[in-house]
Structure formats: C-alpha cells, structure tokens
C-alpha cells in the first residue's frame, strides 16, 4: 500500500507461483507479504533518490507477513527488473 498519495491510498499486488508473476490494483488474495510506505517514501525509490534497501532499515518501508517468500521470491523480482525500469523511466510524479 501506499499512503497519502495524490489519489489518496492505494494498494497494488503482485502475486509469484509456479514461475508466474501477475499485477494488478488492489490487494491480493491470498496476501502473504504486504508492504506498505507514504508517497513520498514511493517516489523517492522509484526515481534513485532513496535507496529501496536504506528505506527498509529506516522503516519508511514496512513489511508485514512471511517475510520468507518475499526472500524466495528474489530471482522473480530480478526478472521483473526490465520491465519496472521502463515503466519507472515513463512513469511521471505528480
């Protein structure tokens, strides 16, 4: 989820099984891990201004769950990799 954005909160899933990825608005079912962070927090990692791992440390991203798939999941987030850089690339912060 991300919170006091210009929309207001919204929340994004994105479900990995069986060498799978989907995306989607809203959240997921079942929900294993969830994450959640301001706009701000959002912007600031989307666009290299703040380092994704630095804003976990510092609890700008919290997470909630079985931390333990999202940990399983990496090559699957490696492999998305591509695609969100393009998207981030087009991608502007109102």
Do not use: C
């Amino acid at each position: 989820m991300v919170s006091d954005g210009p929309e207001g909160d919204v929340t994004y899933h994105l479900q990995v099984a069986h060498g799978a990825a989907s995306f989607g608005a809203g959240a997921a079912d079942p929900e294993h891990v969830r994450m959640e962070q301001s706009w701000d927090t959002a912007v600031a990692v989307a666009t290299g201004a703040l380092n994704a791992q630095e804003a976990f440390v510092n609890g700008h991203i919290r997470l909630f769950g079985d931390q333990q798939r999202l940990l399983d999941a990496q090559p699957v987030f490696g492999a998305l990799d591509a695609v969100f850089t393009d998207v981030r690339e087009r991608t502007e912060y109102a």
